[in-house]
């Protein structure tokens, strides 16, 4: 046996990584899957239908039903409620019960509650007592009840720069790169006694010709845009009023920008992952793009866009 059991620990499953490590009172049923150098806490349940991997950590506490996934890196912290049907009864089971999936280098603080059949991103972080009742995207940090995405977190992958918020755009000169092909643009401004006014033509400020704009705006503050990428469109992102931020991610890099200032512009090359958040109340933001619509070019997956960068990086 390549693993360590309490005395105390009731373990039926044979599928048990090596270094694993199960406590006192915690109880794994046969079909339970359970990966290697894990630590499975004191007063945990694992169900059958289980899959766990490597490195996780479960604190004591929780209970580990039928249909959940976690992959690899996880933390749960202690007290966690995980859930895996939507519309409980007693002595009447569903044929097969809703998946949820926590995805790699994931965080759920205490006593946060998980409801079935949602997909916790890669690196996300769901702060104590939330009530997640959605899909959180990778990086997210969430909290509250519902829970809400509050700010993006650093991954746990290695990378070079941290996802901390950056200084207000306005406070910026331009520059770049940062995430890699991502350039921020301070514009002229221009201001008497009849207003301001701020401009950019192509070959200077502009990067490429645009053949589409459009404009999102009434945006409630708790809610997020983006979350995609493009194959082969430029994008210049500008908040003409109010403030919004912005977080770009080249699958090595991550950064969130804050947009402040109607002069200043963000230009988005292709390939790179970006979300829009934190909308003001009377924030409107315009994007430039390169070319007209073409849904076949967006990267709605992060899975898949960490896979075609690593490709081309290779």
């Not at 202690?78 to 965080?107: C, H, Q």
């Not at 092909?181 to 009849?194: A, C, E, F, H, W």
């Amino acid at each position: 046996m390549g693993y360590f059991k309490h005395p105390q620990a009731l373990v039926e499953s044979q599928s048990i990584g090596d270094a694993t490590r199960v406590w006192a009172f915690a109880h794994i049923l046969a079909g339970a899957r359970i990966g290697g150098d894990c630590n499975i806490c004191d007063h945990v349940f694992i169900e059958n239908d289980v899959r766990i991997g490597d490195r996780v950590t479960i604190k004591c506490g929780v209970q580990v039903w039928d249909g959940i996934t976690i992959e690899d890196d996880v933390f749960i912290g202690p007290n966690v409620t995980l859930t895996n049907d939507l519309f409980p009864r007693s002595k009447r089971y569903p044929e097969k019960f809703t998946r949820t999936v926590i995805r790699k280098g994931a965080s759920i603080g205490a006593n946060a509650t998980i409801l079935a059949g949602i997909t916790i991103g890669q690196d996300a972080m769901i702060g104590a007592g939330a009530v997640v009742t959605k899909d959180v995207p990778p990086h997210a940090i969430v909290t509250g009840n519902p829970a809400r995405i509050t700010a993006y977190a650093t991954p746990s992958r290695p990378r070079a720069t941290p996802a901390a918020a950056s200084p207000p755009a306005s406070e910026q000169p331009s520059r770049g790169p940062m995430v890699k092909g991502v350039t921020i643009y301070s514009l002229p401004l221009i201001t008497d006694l009849r207003g301001s006014l701020t401009f950019a033509e192509y070959g200077q400020f502009l990067p490429f010709i645009p053949k589409r704009f459009f404009m999102v705006f009434d945006v409630p503050s708790k809610e997020i845009r983006g979350e995609h990428a493009h194959k082969a469109l430029h994008q210049f992102l500008v908040c003409v009023k109010g403030s919004c931020a912005v977080v770009v991610d080249d699958g090595r890099n991550i950064e969130e920008i804050v947009l402040d200032a109607a002069n200043i512009g963000i230009h988005v090359p292709p390939l790179v992952w970006s979300i829009q958040y934190k909308y003001s109340p009377d924030a409107v933001l315009l994007v430039l793009a390169s070319e007209k619509y073409e849904a076949g070019d967006y990267i709605r997956d992060y899975d898949q866009y960490l896979a075609m960068v690593g490709d081309r990086d290779r």
